[in-house]
């Protein structure tokens, strides 16, 4: 058979598949749970399972319902997660292609618009939004495993990565590694948050329970159904612990600051949601949450030698302070949180709008978070620990650098010094080698003119005697020379 035939009918397979499997398990939990309500309550209950299941359905995917006064656009994101993941591992099971996601579109937009036609309940969106809504749910779990594993989809996606130079690459993997470990660890403390609120309120919910007159079976289904907006209320419980809070319609608003509730109806998960902080320091905690987080995410993303490792650059590299490698070292870290900063704004705004929805119409027309503020309240949170992570690791290195100087020029100096020193010894040693040459050519010096003196005076005496022998003293000639007196001791002529 065609290759392209085979992945037409796998994607067929696919959304045929995904469909039985989610409204059948949905169908049945929601058939138990009227049963149930019907057995301790009274009444029959169990004709509504088939069109509440098809809404359910609906609802899961974003197509708010309404019937009579009962009016309901609060996305149960629990289902609509769980839909997308079994969409993309029947997918990734099956088979994955670009004809087989054109063709599964086909049949999941054809079945659901039966759903659509056959709803026993009024759907509050257009047509056209409805379709949208329903092609996005399979199209995002379907291309999910589809994406990374294509093969055309991953050169095309290697041809552009080429045209980035891979410390920019390298920085741009880094912000969405930053950017997922903080929306994952977000969500941690949102759900920790909602634990804490349940352990501390859940006296409140079973009082509810008791003003509703609930049995023990509808207590526990209840309580599994309202598990369906858990990811809601963790998402609540980011805003609440961002500083921003939420609100239940306008009956009751909800912060750190505020727990008040009015008019709420008797909902035994309304019980759960908490009250204001009387503690200044705890409130300081809660709301420096956000900033704890980006700011360890920060350093570890700046220091980690899979990271940027500022501080761990070659030191010949940054042999000056004000130098362009210094500047690139400083630079790719800026650009790279200011991108986290972006994917947090727009991620957390398209989370949080998923959130809310309306349970009435009336005091609870909007039950959620205020997107815009609760936005700009997480992104700076955000951008904060980043910004006072990346000046702390700047300081690290400029102090690094001011000490490496420093202790560069303590020992350059102590060489001077040295080497000044020997110079110093070293002429020392040849002014005295220079001294010792002149006295010894000195006393050289004194020494032959001694000697010469010593010649000369010999010679003279000698000459004189040759002179005496030879009858000749100076001037004088003849028999003179030899007319000595014959007195010992010689007088003047005067005397004579």
Known sequence: MNERIQSCFKGIYVAVLAVVIYAVALGCFISLMLLVISMEEGGSLSSLSLGMTSAVVLLSQGIGFTSGSFLITLIPLSLSVSLVLLIRALAVKIGSSWFGFLSGLVIWLSLFAVVLHASSYTLLLPLGLQLTCIAAVFSFGYLWALLPRDEFTASKLEQFQ?????????SI???????????????????????????LNASTMGTLFSVNNMGSGSRIMTTLATLAWLPNICLWAISWLSGAGFSIGSSAQFSLWSGQSTDLPPVP??????????????????VSVPTVIAFILGMLVLLHPKGFRVLQQSTKQHSSLLTIDTLKTFLYPALSFCLVSILTALSSATAFSLSNGALGSNK???????????????????ALGLAISWVLVLLLFC???GLKWFLEEINNRADISHSLTDLSQDELDDNASMQHDHDENVHGMDNEVHDNNTSESTASKRQQQGRVISGTSGKQHGTEAFNLPTDSNPHSKEEQ
């Open 399 to 401: 102090a690094r650098f």
């Open 364 to 382: 609870l027309a909007h039950v959620g978070v205020d997107v815009a503020q609760t936005t700009s309240t997480l992104v700076h949170s955000i």
């Open 162 to 170: 080429h045209t980035f130079s891979k410390t920019l690459r390298s």
């Open 269 to 286: 998960a309304f019980g759960l949601l908490p009250s204001a902080l009387d503690d200044d320091l705890m409130r300081l905690l809660c």
């Open 173 to 199: 993997w880094l912000s969405l590694r930053v950017w997922l470990s903080a929306m994952v660890v977000l969500l941690i403390c949102g759900t920790a948050t909602v634990i804490v609120w349940i352990v």
